[in-house]
C-alpha cells in the first residue's frame, strides 16, 4: 500500500510558477513510478510528468516540456513538480499516482491505468 498527500496548489498569474509536492507512505515507494496528472473541467486526465524510482527516468507530457520539471527525494518520500511559466491552460485539479513497475508502466508512464494508488488532488489555478 502507498498512500499519498499532495500540497502546493494555488493561483498564480501567467509567466509564475508553483512547486507541487507528494508525500507518499509505504515500504515500496523508493522503487515506483511516480506521476502527476491533471484534469481541467470537460476535459480527460492527462499525464504531466512521471518518474520512475529506480532509474529517476522521466518522462513529460508534450505540452509541458521545459516548463516543468518532476524530481523525487527518496529519503524523504516525496515527489515534486516544479511548474514554470505558467498558462492559463496549466489551470486544472493535479494530482500524483504511484505505481510498480510493469509492462504497462515502463512503456506507457504517462497513462493513468499504469498508477495504481492515487492522492487526493490539489487544484491549480493560472490567470491571465
Known amino acids: 500500500q502507498v498512500q499519498l498527500v499532495e500540497s502546493g496548489g494555488g493561483s498564480v498569474q501567467a509567466g509564475g510558477s508553483l512547486r507541487l509536492s507528494c508525500a507518499a507512505s509505504g515500504d515500496t515507494y523508493s522503487t515506483y513510478y511516480m506521476g502527476w496528472f491533471r484534469q481541467a473541467p470537460g476535459k480527460e486526465r492527462e499525464g504531466v510528468a512521471t518518474?520512475?524510482?529506480?532509474?529517476?527516468?522521466?518522462s513529460y507530457a508534450d505540452s509541458v516540456k521545459g516548463r516543468f520539471t518532476i524530481s523525487r527525494d527518496n529519503a524523504k518520500n516525496t515527489v515534486y513538480l516544479q511548474m514554470n511559466s505558467l498558462k492559463p491552460e496549466d489551470t486544472a485539479f493535479y494530482s500524483c499516482?504511484?505505481?510498480?513497475?510493469?509492462?504497462?508502466?515502463?512503456?506507457?508512464?504517462?497513462?493513468?491505468?499504469?498508477?495504481?494508488?492515487w492522492g487526493q488532488g490539489t487544484q491549480v489555478t493560472v490567470s491571465s
Open positions: 499516482a504511484a505505481g510498480p513497475l510493469t509492462y504497462s508502466s515502463s512503456r506507457y508512464p504517462l497513462a493513468a491505468y499504469s498508477y495504481n494508488y
Open positions: 518518474i520512475y524510482g529506480r532509474s529517476y527516468t522521466t
